[in-house]
């Protein structure tokens, strides 16, 4: 199989089916296609040394949120708690209040890396105002580089299981840039390659666009919106977040590839390495669908953060690409294209 996540078609046929959530407690499970499970309670526990139980009237649910990060390199930690939190904010869980992590190490690893993973997985939780609750590490000749998952943890209010469909013309509202965490990771783990052809001052920007990496404070304010849909882009870039949008929807996309907002850095960085911006990691970016695309836009830019619209929803089933006068279809998912470097 490729690297990365699992295809859709493979999920489906190994995963997906064998599947069988019948808890009524389950309101939406994540399956593909959504990113968050979520849990809602008509009673919960009053006082635990009586086993009283008290209603929900507040209709709280429980959001939450698994993250992975297979990369080389001591700084996967942040990476899986920012994909993390980013999932569990677009479940509506407005401030995810902790993440539970393990980390998995090969054989021969230096206490020095355990440490390191750790340091900036916590830095990245402070950043988010979240908590690193718990965390477990093992040595296993099973890996052959660090693997961390993340899950988050978050208070949201109670939902329904989605029935309702995007209504065709809504508009695809992108925040930020596309391949801001592939950029970072290159501008890192790449930094003297690329240093051979662009000056130091454009890495380092680069380097620093996990600046840019939560959408908690936009999935919030697009929440508050009334927004139809939400998706954060992660692996496999802004591509594999419009195929995973459509695929959620159950309807086409038609988007404008110029429209998409794209740093210069992650532009230079991806022609000197032959890589594609639009299938690199894109965790930072938050889809939107909206009926309401510009007020939406302009809620965005109040808050500091840069928005727009790349397209809109279609009837049919066509998730189509436009570029000046090229029209093609948008295929399904592929590997991240980090995976060819890292």
């Known amino acids: 199989m490729k690297l990365g996540n699992v295809t859709g078609v493979v999920y489906d046929r190994s995963i997906h089916k064998k599947l069988n959530t019948t808890r009524k407690e389950i309101v939406n499970s994540a399956v593909r296609g959504e990113d968050c499970a979520v849990l809602a309670f008509d009673e919960f526990p009053g006082d635990p040394g009586i086993g009283h139980w008290t209603e929900n009237p507040a209709g709280i649910a429980l959001a939450a949120a698994q993250a992975q990060t297979v990369y080389y390199g001591e ?115 790449c930094a003297e390659k690329l240093k051979e052809r662009y000056p130091s001052y454009l890495i380092e920007e680069a380097a ?86 510009e007020a939406l836009v302009r809620k965005l830019d109040k808050i500091g953060v840069l928005a727009a619209i790349i397209g809109t929803v279609t009837a049919n089933n066509d998730r189509v690409i436009l570029n000046g006068e090229e029209r093609r279809f948008l295929e399904p998912a592929k590997a991240d294209e980090i995976h060819k470097i890292l």
């Open 75 to 189: 700084n996967c930690g942040k990476y899986a708690v920012f994909a993390a939190v980013n999932q569990a904010a677009c479940a509506g869980a407005a401030s995810p209040a902790g993440v539970l992590m393990h980390i998995l190490l090969p054989a021969e690893s230096r206490e020095e890396t355990l440490r390191r993973i750790v340091e900036d997985a916590q830095n990245a939780s402070k950043a988010l105002n979240v908590e690193l609750a718990d965390v477990k590490a093992n040595v296993t000749g099973a890996v052959i580089s660090p693997v961390v998952t993340a899950a988050a943890l978050g208070v949201c209010g109670l939902v329904s299981k989605r029935t309702e469909m995007p209504i065709t013309g809504s508009e695809i509202v992108m925040t930020k840039w596309a391949g801001l965490e592939g950029s970072a990771l290159l501008a890192e783990h």
């Open 208 to 293: 620093d666009f996990d600046r840019f990496l939560s959408i908690v404070p936009e999935a919030a304010a697009a929440t508050k919106s009334g927004v139809s849909m939400l998706c954060a882009a992660a692996e496999g870039g802004i591509f594999r977040a419009l195929w995973t949008l459509a695929e959620r929807a159950g309807t086409g996309l038609e988007i404008d590839l110029k429209k998409i907002p794209i740093r210069q850095e992650t532009v230079e960085i991806c022609n000197y390495l032959d890589l594609n911006p639009y299938e690199l990691a894109a965790n930072g970016s938050l889809l939107c669908v909206t009926e309401h695309g």
